[in-house]
């Protein structure tokens, strides 16, 4: 059973880097990147790739630490899972990793932010990859831009 889905991981992996576009760097508040990339979507979005990431960040890295994890999230018309992960506990860098499914498009994507400011800049992550439908239907670098505070 472990072989079958090791190898239903590996054919969505397959699948969607054989149908996707370059990388695209979008900068966002508090000086976060995110880094997207259009990919194949299927039924198995965006849970899949989450438990793909899950099962594999202990793998990786020995020393790895779970910030935070969501597998079945939304954000209005967006679907996404998420895995957010030190690759080491002693390292104050937080990768979040994830894919988001909209309108049968999908993205993938992942930032990098120190651990002292992953809480906003999770919640800025999070407006950015809400706004992915109309930020890359319309071609721009960022989000729309929210009222200032």
């Known amino acids: ?6 190898v239903f991981c590996v054919l969505v992996a397959m699948q969607a880097a054989e149908a996707s576009e370059s990388f695209q760097e979008i900068s966002l508040e508090n000086g976060v990147t995110l880094t997207v990339k259009k990919i194949r979507n299927n039924r198995s979005l965006p849970q899949a790739f989450y438990d793909q990431t899950v099962a594999s960040v202990p793998t990786l890295y020995s020393a790895h630490a779970f910030v935070a ?35 049968g498009k999908a993205w993938f994507f992942e930032s990098r932010v120190p651990e002292s400011s992953f809480g906003d800049d999770l919640l800025i992550l999070m407006e950015a990859v ?20």
């Open 130 to 149: 809400a706004n992915l439908p109309v930020s890359q239907a319309l071609g721009t670098e960022a989000p729309p831009p929210r009222d200032a505070e």
């Open 69 to 103: 994890k969501r597998r079945n999230g939304r954000l209005g018309n967006v679907l996404y899972s998420i895995a957010c992960y030190k690759e080491d506990v002693k390292l104050d860098l937080v990768t979040a990793s994830g894919t988001a499914v909209s309108d």
């Open 1 to 6: 059973m472990k072989t079958l889905v090791a």
